[in-house]
């Protein structure tokens, strides 16, 4: 089914995709109104700023060494959105209090001779220009206001009891140039950082104690024994539910539910974790009375990974089952104090619900089969329900939603519309067991051979590159700045993105299906989907290759070994390579447990010497998920073990493009532009000869 045909032309080069203002997520009070993150390339910011005089009188506008990283705005919602913040400084997060006054945290200088060097605690009134409300060392994380409270996170070193303590021991290890953190619990990183010594801590201020000088003062909140990964605020800010994360036994980390009364101080824990259960917090009841959590039963050998909604009454701590009967995994918040609202992963796209407290399953509200897109970051304005709107081949866009109706209204977009030329359809066929599985093929504008790439290719049957996702849990259902296939297209290859078993929005038991068996099922689902794939007469089946990241870079290894010369190439991303150590090297501690049984029958480097064609390596040392060692082992064992032949001048065909200073993601736009760049040459020089 083809559901997305644009006109034949250049389509998205790299560059302006990755140029591209992107909205990244929405802060929003139900009183308060909205505003919109926006991310761009900072040339990009640094010009927009120049236009506005913002950069007048400052040494850091020009020449900066950063310059090309990205940063985040705040935009405004309207009709005719205007960017709020600076463009000079990121904003980490933001919220809006019940005036409408927007807070927001960021590295921003107060004067031109200011070094911000610690995240800032910022206030933005609806009129004028924004006003620092509270430094501290070692910054802020996150920040939430409602009522006359504002609640927000930041690390406080062991020991302190106050702000002031706090400041002194922070200023003497910085004083003295200590960087050693002695450890006496796992994890010792979490994706790219470095945990400890300090921790985030709960920070409360009250609206009302403003000092003379216009600031805020902090007080330490109660700390439970654990850092605080997340904080929801009660509507008048009476209360606030935490996510407490904290060692259980050995090297597994759970996270405790705990209920704060601000005023009083006074704590109880609405849930405690035992491995392998664990949960989220997702959002408060605007009258207080249930909170709804998310329970995730752990991935271990004898159990699948599974997430449940649950309804918990906070007086009493009764606990239940929300939508028993669904089989999605929702993303939920409240509509009123009886309704509540999800969104979720559904076959390849997205689905918008509604239901009730006591319903058995929410029922549909917009999404679903026979549209391609999918819905995130669902909040709640004066106005109505907003929500961000994207698709493979649309680019993120705000849109409102009629819960009345499941009307979707398109507004004005704050960031950049980018809708690439090329064809969108759906593969369908069956797998091995007879289950039904489905994925998007991304293809050239033009059907009929006719038409000219970027890369001056010709045009049908087209060069097919399969991208196989991470996660394992996961679904190629909505845009992507990081593995984006149009660029692809746009160098003259088919892409083809199928959801193998293990992928979500089909169910639980498409998820049963593969989790015990990481390179059995998903493995045959790929191949199926390529089979049904190159079958087309627009598809050229000599010309393949296959490509994937994380759990898909472990597949791309397993596809290596197991294909012979099926692919004429393999491009992996970091990648799990001897599944039989990564356990114990990765910063999730559960993994080691979950994957123990496994390594022995499905890991991939055990069949190095079955890999036959060129392998394209590609690896951060800032990757704490997937650690370097992987891909550095991965390496060696191709050099030293793989049936891959030399080229002509006796040096391997295949190659590592190695990022010092990127972690599981390549975030920064020249490092991007650089992996896009030779990601395709690499497939250019081995697929199509270019």
């Known amino acids: 089914m083809t559901l997305s045909d644009t006109p034949a032309s250049p389509g998205i080069s790299i560059d302006a995709l990755l140029d591209a203002h992107r909205l990244n997520g929405l802060a929003a009070n139900p009183t308060g109104g909205a505003v919109a993150l926006v991310q761009t390339v900072q040339q990009a910011a640094a010009a927009e700023a120049e236009e506005t005089g913002e950069t007048a009188g400052r040494d850091d506008a020009a020449g900066d060494p950063a310059a090309g990283d990205y940063l985040t705005a705040l935009y405004s919602v309207d009709e005719a959105p205007v960017r709020l913040t600076s463009p000079l400084a990121s904003v980490g997060a933001a919220s809006v209090d019940d005036d409408g006054n927007v807070w927001f945290i960021a590295k921003r200088a107060n004067t031109a001779d200011d070094a911000a060097e610690d995240a800032s605690l910022w206030k933005l009134p609806a009129r004028g220009e924004a006003i620092q409300m509270a430094t501290r060392p070692g910054g802020f994380s996150s920040v939430a206001v409602r009522g006359a409270t504002v609640l927000a996170t930041g690390p406080i070193v062991p020991g302190a009891e106050d702000e002031k303590t706090h400041a002194e021991l922070y200023g003497k290890r910085k004083a003295h140039k200590i960087t050693g953190i002695l450890h006496d619990s796992f994890p010792i990183r979490r994706w790219d950082t470095d945990l400890g010594p300090d921790r985030d801590g709960l ?5 009302g104690d403003i000092a003379d000088d216009g600031t805020l003062s902090f007080r330490h909140g109660p700390v439970p024994a654990g850092r605080i990964t997340g904080v929801e605020p009660a509507a008048d800010g009476r209360l606030a539910i935490l996510d407490v994360r904290h060692l259980e036994a050995k090297t597994t980390d759970v996270t405790d539910i705990w209920l704060v009364d601000i005023a009083s101080g006074e704590t109880s824990v609405l849930l405690r974790s035992a491995h392998p259960t664990d949960y989220t917090a997702e959002a408060l009841s605007p009258d207080n009375r249930f909170v709804v959590v998310s329970e995730e039963s752990a991935w271990t050998p004898e159990s699948n990974l599974q997430m449940r909604p649950l309804l918990v009454e906070l007086a009493t701590g009764t606990t239940r089952r929300l939508w028993p009967e669904g089989d999605q995994w929702y993303s939920i918040t409240w509509l009123d104090d009886t309704t509540l609202l999800a969104t979720s992963d559904y076959r ?90 489905r994925a998007w093929l991304a293809l050239p504008a033009t059907a009929s051979g006719t038409a000219t790439t970027a890369s001056g290719t010709g045009g049908a049957p087209y060069p097919l590159a399969v991208f196989v996702h991470g996660g394992p849990w ?58 049904a794939t190159i079958a087309r007469d627009d598809i050229d089946e000599t010309r393949q290759a296959l490509a994937g990241g994380s759990y898909g870079g472990y597949l791309a290894n397993w596809v290596a070994g197991h294909t012979r010369d099926r692919f004429r190439c393999i491009v992996t991303h970091a990648s799990l390579w001897d599944v039989t150590t990564m356990g114990a090297t990765t910063d999730n501690g559960s993994w080691a447990l979950a994957m123990a049984e496994q390594a022995q029958t499905y890991s991939p480097h055990s069949y190095v010497r079955d890999i036959e064609v060129p392998v394209l390596v590609i690896h951060g040392d800032k990757d704490y998920r997937v650690p370097i060692g992987q891909g550095q082992q991965l390496w060696f064992d191709l050099l030293t073990f793989s049936k891959t032949p030399l080229d002509a001048n006796g040096q391997t065909q295949h190659r590592f493009l190695y990022y010092p200073n990127e972690n599981h993601w390549i975030l920064g736009r020249g490092n991007a532009r650089q992996w896009y760049r030779e990601f395709i040459a690499f497939l250019d020089q081995h697929v199509t000869g270019a």
């Open 203 to 207: 920070l409360i201020a009250d609206l």
């Open 348 to 437: 390849g796209r997205g689905a918008v619900w509604i239901g009730g407290l006591d319903d058995a399953e929410p029922r549909l509200l917009a999404g679903g089969d026979d549209q391609p897109y999918h819905y995130s970051n669902l909040v709640t304005t004066p106005e109505g329900v907003l929500a961000i709107r994207s698709s493979v081949a649309e680019a993120p866009h705000l849109v409102s939603i009629d819960t009345a109706t499941g009307v979707v209204t398109v507004r004005t977009n704050p960031a950049d519309d980018l809708k690439p030329a090329g064809r969108l359809e759906e593969v369908t066929t069956t797998a091995a067991d007879g289950t039904e599985i």
């Open 474 to 531: 996961g679904s190629w259902n909505s845009w992507t700045y990081r593995w984006n296939p149009w660029p692809f297209v746009a160098s003259g290859y088919a892409v083809l993105m199928p959801d193998p078993a293990i992928s979500t929005g089909y169910g639980q038991a498409f998820i049963d299906r593969g989790q015990q068996e990481l390179g059995g099922a998903p493995f045959d689902d790929v191949m199926a989907l390529t089979d």
